[in-house]
């Protein structure tokens, strides 16, 4: 296993690129061996995930050591390396990404959307996977920012070739756009804008690296040393740095007022599409704040960190307001990502411990339990050929498992205890009532009070789009129509994501027991210790 | 010293001259159907002259010959690398196109030669003088190849623009020279650098600077010099609007900045805020007049002016803000090779693409990669690469375009971001062509004779361009030594 200790995040990290490549040379009629290669391939990933997790040490050590740990040079002109490598932190949302990966490939077995060409679609799906998958295990900024962007691509294709082609008015324009093409730009150009501006800002780190002595690095290891130790405190523009940084992982969560792509692209993309978007994508932006602006700017971050606070509660409230106004169902819950992601960057906006462990099984339950809403939504549309709430209804009666899973999915994400989406959301209240000491306590404490109001509104949009959906009786021009329930690749790519949901709400340990210690030893580390440090596993086993 | 000639180090060069001979008789006694040889003859003759070219960097001598006026070092090879490299993708490229014309094809391949020898011979300039020589041998052959076709109005109108304003920045460039030589009585390089280093409040001397400024300008079509560049480049046979947008700006661009790098450091007083403003004018207004073009050349017209301003950032950020030179020297090299290849490439897909829509028009692309879906790959390979879209060469040359304008100073700063918006807005037209070619149903018929499909040897300079492009953004390294060339001029060539 020597071997694999060395070149097991590499192997999970670029078979899927790889396996693009094989597809390449199959002819594209021959979609069941396009459809083979590329399941065989992201299960191999998956695999290659799970056996890291089977060699995972779990007993820790201290923030800012890894395992698996490759370290090559890259690019010697500019002291770039390969260096990947991997903590308690991003091990869960790397197993989250491989495997929602697998299901995403068994899901499109048979769902091909207009105009299919599943060679292209299958080839964009695993380009993504090297994406997601490296930009978790990046531990150099320059390797971060590629993974990160070479999501990009296969995002813009995936939306603007199988999007939804409805025509859709532009402001500003005077001919209609289809809606595909006007998202597809959109997600594209967002988020361009804010990586410009993140790689500006790690190049500020790269040369003042270079300024406090050793050799200028882009290596997260040696930059989050230094920022540990207070080297960038004094540090004239290292505000501006944070900011730019900011702007680029913002942009990503996305965090209100930078997240008006989200609901376009997401709405607009086809199913599998928003299913990885909403699972993985949206990660990239949260997990770049806890691996690189929390560690290395701290005290940037706690200047920072009550603004955070307040836009992440700003899109609590108004993702969940928005929700509220939405007669498309895909919307409805494209727009709900807001609001979870908002409750995410409230818990690392604490720069607690307790915060950022709720940060981080928020993005794994939003991921399980979004990514399965718009499989659901997918499906029904599929169906019914609409997507207005208006005209579905009585769901249920039509469709039972379908309605069935839509309730529970839909108890899972309005944050309901026992299931998943339950301890990001309760969490990441509870920190924010005692943040890190020298945080403004009115601040957050009103946070909370928001946010908890926000769970309550939650609950509300999630319950009256399940009552105009599922309940009451079907509306009377599907009279007639012979609904074909879930079918066995659907079912096979929901049931383990209802299980995980229902696994994670009732034994959170599973992910605390990883998290925990790189967690606590991160605050530990760059915010000098925490009053709350203790009362991590009280919360976790009161649960 | 002395006028001793070091044969090998002018190999390269006497290889295009003997070439260009040998083309020039070939043409005289072929017959019509055997003109093709002419082609053969100058792709061979490329090709052979690198082969000295290794030698000599393998040998690694620096080697100064005229006292001191022809250098061939570490920088000039790695440029004439470059030009030859390049002029070899063009030739594979023109190779099908001017054939298919049927008239002139010795005298094309002849002057397309003389071109490249210009710019060998500018990448060792060490003085004025051999620098203008070189400049002039560059865009002389192109006046008449941008007529090549001679039927067609635009092509005309192209050679025109394009001749009565390079005559104009000529005679701009050489007025600013000869006051340079007025002031201090030297044409070398290094001798001015002396003679000038505390001159920067001589009238004189801001007048020649700015001339010279003015002249390089037109050269490489930097905003507010760069009107004749889309008019000519659109009109142009499509693989020397790839030569005038690759070679012939290196060389101008190259031109420019040894000047104000080797002859006038002293005066970057004068010549620094210039080159800032160049550089973000070229940049805005480059990306703006990009994003309203339909057609394909235009675009990329546009897109080449603006990507002019990029490579001015790393080099106006320095010389404004006082920092080291010669890093930024390094970015603008790195950006140029970097640049060449994959601007080549995105010419090497319009010829092939008309060929098979049958226009340039941008609309008229829609819908290609679902008939010919390699057509498609290519396309979005070499725009998004443009773009600087990793993992595509691109973004290597952006990075390195940021690296060096980190410095804290307010001018440098503000030109930092004036480019992170440029390249958000640059993305937008080069996805436009993306978007055409991949999001668009079909609207007119492609043809699908086998003569639609591109020449072997435009598919060797694709072939050539796409795995450089691709190699390049993924192991950055084999590019970046370029960089080290650039410190070669620091210690003295």
Redesign the interface.
Known sequence: MEWFETWGLTVTVFLPVLGALLLGFIKKDNEDALKRTALAITVLAFIASTVVVANFDFGGGTYNTYQFEVNET?????NANYHVGIDGISLPLLVLSTFVMVLAVIYSWNHWEE?KNPK?FLILMLILATGMNGTFVALDL?LF??FF??V??PM??MI??WGDKSLRQVPGFSKPFET??YA??KF??FT??GS??M??GF??L??ESGNLGDERTFDITQLTELGASGAFAGW??AGWVFAAMFLGFAVKVPMFPLHTWLPDAHTAAPTVGSVLLAAILLKLGSYGFIRISLPILPEEAQVWAPWIAILAVIGIIYGSLACLAQTDMKRLIAFSSVGHMGFVMLGIATLTDIGINAAVIGMVAHGLITGLLFFLAGSMSHRYHTREMARLGGNIKLMPVIGGILAFTAMASLGLPGLAGFWGEFMSLVAAYNPLEGLSLGVFRTGMVLGAIGTVLTAGYMLWMLQRVNLGEPNPEWEGHDFHDADKFELTAWVPLIILIVVIGFYPKVIFDTTTDAVTSMVDMVFGGDSTTASISTTVKGG | MGFEIDYLALAPELVIVVTMIVVLALDLTLRRDNKYWTATTAVAGTALALIPLGILAINGEVVSMFDGSYVVDEFALVLKGLFLVSGYIVFLMSHHYIESDRYYQGEYYFLLLASILGSLVMASSRDLIVLFIGLELVTGPLFLLAGWRKGDAKSNEASMKYFILGVLSTAILLYGMSLIFGLTGEVQFTAIAEATADMSTEPALIVAILFMIVGFGFKISAVPFHFWAPDTYEGAPTPITAYLSVNSKAAGFVAMLIVMYMALPGASDIWAPALWLLAALSMTIGNLSALRQTNIVRLLAYSSIAQAGFMLVPFAAAAVSGADLEQAFGATLIYLVIYAVMNLGAFAVVIAGARKTGTGEIAGWAGLAKVDSIMGVLTAVFFFSLAGIPPLAGWFAKFEMFRSVMIADPATIALAVIAAINAVIAFYYYAKVIKAVWLDDPTGEFTDEAEAEPAGSLKLALAVAVALTIAIGIYPSIAAFVRDAAQVLATGG
């Open positions: 890259w690019i010697g002109a500019i105009p292209a320059v920012f590629i962007e070479i990009l691509l813009y294709f603007g070739i595909r093409l597809s730009i594209f150009l361009l804008f410009a501006f790689l500006l190049l500020a790269y040369f004239s523009v």
